[in-house]
Nanobody, 116 residues
Framework: VQLVESGGGLVQPGGSLRLSCAASGFTCSNSAMSWVRQAPGPGLERVSSIDSGGGMTYYAASGKGRFTISRANAKNPLYLQLNSLKTADPALYYC??????????RGQGTQVTVSS
């Protein structure tokens, strides 16, 4: 399993980013997927999840109404649209296999920084 995240960067508060996740080594279209994030300090936060068919999604309260998870083509099968970014959102964002977001099958992460 190999997952590679991209799309992070530096934005001002209120800005937007679109994170992408490329997958190989397994049939991603058959797997639920999640985005999790690691801010400075202990613990990963599950941000959003989507089932294999794209019909069921989960959003943490911290991102509900601002973040949108979606699935696309086989090459880049997972996206996370981040809108209205806040100073509480900076973290290393990972895509992970599975709906619960607790899988060890995740990428190296992409850094999101929010600063004016």
């Amino acid at each position: 399993v190999q997952l590679v995240e991209s799309g992070g960067g530096l934005v001002q508060p209120g800005g937007s980013l679109r994170l992408s996740c490329a997958a190989s080594g397994f049939t991603c279209s058959n797997s639920a997927m999640s985005w999790v994030r690691q801010a400075p300090g202990p613990g990963l936060e599950r941000v959003s999840s989507i089932d294999s068919g794209g019909g069921m999604t989960y959003y943490a309260a911290s991102g509900k109404g601002r973040f949108t998870i979606s699935r696309a083509n086989a090459k880049n099968p997972l996206y996370l649209q981040l809108n209205s970014l806040k100073t509480a959102d900076p973290a290393l964002y990972y895509c992970a296999k599975g709906f619960l977001g607790d899988s060890q099958d995740r990428g190296q992460g992409t850094q999101v920084t929010v600063s004016s």
